[in-house]
Each structure stands twice: as C-alpha cells, then as structure tokens.
C-alpha cells in the first residue's frame, strides 16, 4: 500500500497511544481454501446483496462454532451445504453453530446470504452530485488492514491465504474488474455479470472489485496482458504515467529471481481514492491523482515510484504474505527500496543514493518529532498505526544495510531464496533472517536487533585533526544519542564503519579520479578515537564511504577539508554533509564555496541542497549566488532555488521571484512555488504597496491559472496564507474552501486556514473555526486529514475541541491518530506564552538587520585580504 503521508511536527512521544494492547492472530478453526463473492451492486442507493461462500478445511473432528469478521452488514441467512444454520450477529461478529460438527479431512461450503447499504469502510460508492456533477460513477474497494470485512464476511488477518472468486452484477455501461482471470462475462438486460478467478491463494485484505466506465489500453509483457483503466479521456495521461510498467515487471522479475506470478496485471485508477496505491493482487488500485499530463511529467517522480511500489508488493506482500501486521516492514521496506532500485536502473547510482537519501530524513524526522518505535511491534491500538515512515521508509534503508552487509551478489542470491521458499505462503521476520542465512551462511540478527527490533540509530558526530610530525590521522567518533548514566549502554550501536581518506585526483577527470584510502573500524563505544598513519596527508576525509548506514552524522574537519570534499568526493552524499556543514560553518569563504559548486556540481542532487543550504547562511552573498539557481537546467533545482530565495524577504528576492510568478516556468512546481514564494517574501518589510501588488497577482492566478492537479493555483493560497494579517487574503482562502472548488484546490484552502489563523482578529478567527467545524462532520478522508492539518497549527482551545469530536467520529484510524496527536499539539501551542513569541519575532527582525552588516563587514575583510 502507498500512503498518503501526512505532515508531523510534534516533540518526541511515545508510538503507543493509550489503549494500545499486544495484537495476536486468533486462532484457526481450519484452512479456508476458497472464497467466492456473487453480488449484484445497486449503484443509485449505494447497495448490494449476494452471497460469501467460504470452504474451509477443519483442523480437526468437532469444531461446533465458527466466528467470522463482518461489519455492519445485514446477515440474511447462513447454509453449509443445504444445510441452514443459526447464528448470531451482533454488527461486527458472525457467529455460526455448526451443524453437524466438523470431520477432519471433510470440507465444508459455508454460504453467508447477506447485504450492504450505504457502507462507511471497505468498499466506497463514487456519484456525482450537486457540487460535482462532473464526478464519475464508480465503485471500488480497499481491504488493507483490517476492512474486508466491512464488504463481506470473512477470517479478516492476513495468516489465511485462499482462492477467490467474484461475481458481480452491475449496469450494462459499466465495467468491472477484479483479481485474476475473467472467466466470462454476460449480459443480462440492463445488466452485465462479469466473473473473475484468482486461482493462487492470497489474503482477504488484497481482495479488491472497481468498478467504473473506463476506458481500458491495453500493453504486454511475456504474453501477458498488463492494463491500464481510467477515467475516459485520460487515456494520454495513462500512457505517461504507466507506460514503463512492462519495463518494470521485467526488471523486477529479474532482480526477485522469480518472473511475475499473476496472468496479468491491472492497475485502475479511481476518483477519491484514500490512498496513494494499493497492491491488490494481480489488480492495482490507484489514486487518479497521480496521472501525469506532460508538464507535470518534467519533473514529477512521484508517480513512476508509486507504480514500481504497488508492482512490487506483487511479490513482496501478494506472493509472499506477511503472516501479521506487525511484520509488514518486509513489503513495506522492500516496496520503498523498489522505488530505489528501479530509481538506479532508470536513472543512475546517484539519483538512487539521493532518494534513499530522502527516504532516511523522512524516517529521521518521524524519529526526531513525532516518536520512536521498534519496526516490529505488535503492540498498537489499530494496525493501520503501524503504517508510518518507520515502516517504509526505515525499512527500506535496512534492507539497504543488508544489501551492504552482504555485497549485491548474495544480496541478490538472499532475496530470490526468500521469494522462492515462501511464495504463496506467509512469512515473519525470522524467515527473512533464515533465508539470509540459507543463501550467503551470514547471521544478520546483529543488524536487525538494533535496526528492527528497537528503536533509533546512530547518531555520529565525527572529530578529524592531522598530525604533520607523525603522519597521522585522527578521527574521534562520538555516538551523542547515547546519553551518559544509566543505560545509555542499550542506546549504543555496534557497528563497522568504513573511513576513507581521500586524494584528489587529475581536476580534469572530475570526482571520480579522487582515490579513497579506506579502513573499517568498529564503533560501538560512546567516544573512541582512531589513529591512521598515512603516507601523506588527506585532502578530505570520508565518513561512513557509501554511506550505506542509516545514521546522522555531524562533521568537525576544518574549513579546508571540508571545501574539497564539497568538490571531489566521488561519492554524491558526502558532498551533501560537506555542504550542510560548510553552511553550519558560514562565512564569506564557506558561502563562495557553496556558490561556486551551485555552478560547477553536475549531479542535480547535490545543486538542489546547495540552493537549500545557501538560504540558511544570512549573508546578502548567498542570495547572489542563489540566483544562478534560478536559471538551472533542472526544473527540481530550479524549485530548490526558488523555495530558498522565498525564505530571505528582501527587496532582491522579490525581484527574483517576480518575473517567474507571472510568466510561469517550465515546470508547474516552479511556477506554483515562486507563486507562493512572493506571500511569504511581502510579508516581511517591503511594505503595504507591495502587498496589494502579490494580492493582485494572486487574484489573478486563482482566476486564470488552473494548471494540473492545481498545483499552481495552490501555489496562490500557500502564498495568502502567509498573509497572516490580510483580512483579504483570508476571505479568499475561505471563498476556495466552498463545496464545489476543485478538489486539490479546496483542500489547499481547508489546510492554508491554519497558517493564515496566527495573525487574525479574534472575529476573524472566529470565522475561521466556524468554517473547520462545519468541514470536519464531512466524510471524506483527505478532507478530515485537511481540517487536523488546519487546527493541529492554532493557538486555541475551541480547535481542541473540535480535533477531539474529529478523532471521536472518524470512521478512519488514521485520522483519529493524528487528530489526537494534534490535540496534544495545540494544547501546547495554548499553554505557550505569548511574551515569548513576541520576543522571538523581534529577534528575528533583529538578525535581519545584523545581515546587511555582516554580508559588508565580510566584503571588506575579503578585500583587505
Ligand atoms: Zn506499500
């Protein structure tokens, strides 16, 4: 499954929220070995009924009662051959006494008669109505976690694998698609039945049904069909944004060490989807939202990644099934290190290593602000909790770590034994461990009990000093997360880190003439210092070279080591750390050091934290090398740049960022974020003249600059949000809240009410918390997480309030999680005293100041030397 990830900024909590309680697989009454749906969908009243039939093989001579997950469903009857049986159902459970009693070796058919109505979870009715008329019919499903049974009745975990089959009944111009084969279809009047078959076994949750008038295109790989649905008239847009699936299932094939499993594969795209994808077996769904047009295919990445994380969890989560929540890091991890891989073979190492680059922050800054977990717990209020960037995005940097630990070889040779061994079968952890070990003889429990069954990581802070006399290096390592006293034993980690020394090579061959001298050396004590006699001294040194290990890492080398490594160090990562702490560092001579490599790096990765870095040193020099960004050949670069000019309000940057607002960039990102760039730029002292100016400009964006997915017209209310004392800039983002407002753009404006809340009258706040009040009883997924975005950043206690009657009517787990979080955030925010902010904004004001004297005091000293 593919998240959509929500913002967090909270101090460090704890993961277990009250009433988290350990979550076990209930027992086994036998192994069901099919199930088949026959349903008759009533589109207009959101209804269906039909029949669940369930064959299950008794474990053993006796069972007298079966208990089934079904929620809210209406239970009409229940037969085990012709056999009608009673049962009790109390909206959540179905209880069924057998009779007779079960016989080992006899499999019995349980058929459940049932119906829905207007279903809440598990399956979702799509209508237009009278704000959207455009809205298309469509009706379509999503199990994971713990929702099948919100559409039919079933053993709900994912220890039970099964064939399925579903029938359905739906209007003739509609289409139906569904896991695995189409046995037939038929039409029947008005009507037309479609039958699918999955005939490998797979879990209750990657069950899925969508249905929709589609237009279908059709592609190919080895024989089998590979299918694109979507909306009609996006048919260009499918081509963009899945035409490399072929491309990928082959490559994918080749690197698990097992083809594709399924006779096909689908991938549809549905209206409203609550999700970003979700890996049904054989049968993809995904968010229409991430359809490219070509523009936005310049430099959006997102959707090729989502593609390859959902066609991945074909093998790592439907072929090979986690036995229970708490182990899905190994489809998780392993989707989001798909991303990576696939992001290597298309685009190249250095793209690779700067994706799992922003796979490690993300992790990094769950860690740091909202909380710290093991990867595997099963201790949680509701599993979908467990779905956090713990889960994907750390562990997409373990199996990284394993990929070092064991070279690609045996990395390779390790994950086509465990597919192989434990295909159509479900696996925990330990099976990931002993598939290792079977396929290259190492024990890889070290790494997994510090990476996996704990918490945290390393973090490094690193000493480097040379001594002339002796040739010698010195590299003293501190592990700072371990605090001293008691137990800080248990926050240690015990790990070999190569340190290489490095020598610049001929200048015309580039960074990859640098020779690196490495050793390896174990760190696993608070403080230890290194010593390498070297036969000259280093030009730069290299921490972690790779950086395969999932860490943080402060560098203290002197300037000059650090200004080289920024250009020769071969490896894109180490010249990212050497920029961040050039930048740390600050100073005219850091500053042109940065500038230069703005114009000279040739990997955009690097460009692009330049530009960021460049922003954090307050000198009026590094607003002038910034500009060079502007004019950079890659659009994400140039977006880098503009996002870092937005955060320095001067008059230059405003310039700046003028002339791309209103004759746009190549790229909707640049354009959007130039945009909303100049809000946050008139805010500071430029004046009220120039504020009606962006006002102006803005209006006119919101009038005539749609654009795809809205993403430059949110760029306009990203920008009146920072216009925290307009009233007009507010009654504009509330006039984009209003029902009917395209959807991204509505929830643009419904997010944007909580940053633009900080510096309005109480009357106007007032306004603003009617507005979230009336939003948050809407039902909508994105809409509620916009509403929690927009409260969770105000100051006041009506918001608690309202988050709390939020996280109490949710039907969602995840809203209710980061509803509560934000109650706890807001609380804060009230408790927080006033004095203190105002103070902290004259600080600002006064280090605004004190820049323009610097930035000539450093002009100065440079030409006096
Ligand atoms: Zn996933």
Redesign the pocket.
Known sequence: ???VFLDSENSHKSFELPGAKPHYNPDRPGQVEHIFLDLALDIPNQSYQGTCTIRLNPVRDGIDRLTLDAVNLQIESVQVGETKQSFDYDGELLHIQLEPTTKVGEAIEVAIAYSVNKPQRGIYFIAPDKHYPDKPVQVWTQGEDEDSRFWFPCFDYPGQLATSEIRVRVPRQLMAISNGELVKTEADGDDKIYHWHQKQVHPTYLMTLAVGDFAELQDEWNGKPVTYYVEKGKEQEARISMGKTPRMIEFFSEKYGYAYPYPKYAQVCVDDFIFG?M?NTSTTLLTDRCLLDERAALDNRGTESLVA??LA?QWF?DLVVIKHWSHAWL??GM??YSEIMWTDYEYGAEDAAYYRLNEARNYLDEDSSRYRRPIVTHVYREAIELYDRHL?EKGACVYHMIRAELGDDLFWKAVATFVNDNAHKTVETVDLLRAIEKASGRNLLFLFDQYVYRGGHPDYKVAYSWDNDSNLAKVTVTQTQAKEGNGSQSELFDLKVPIGFGYVGDEAEGKNASKLKTFSVRIHEKEQAFYFPLEKKPDFVSFDVGNHILKTVVLEYPLPELKVQLKADPDPLSRIVAAEMLAKKGGLEAVNALNDALKQEPFWGVRFELAKNLATIKLDQALEGLTAGLKDADARVRRATVEALSTIKTRESYKALKPIAEEGDASYYVEAAAIRGLGSIVTGSLGSSKEEKVLKLLKSVLRERQGWNEVVRSGAIGALSQMKTSEEALNLILEYTAPGTPQALRLAAIRALGAVSSGQTNSSLERILDRLQELSRETFFLTQVSVVIALGQMETARAIGILQALADQTPDGRVRRIAEEAVQRVQKNVGSDKAVKQLREELDQLKQANQELRSRLENLEAKAK
Do not use: D, F, I, L
């Open positions: 499954m593919s998240q994808g890996e994380h959902e969890h989560g489809k998780e989707a989001s994907y």
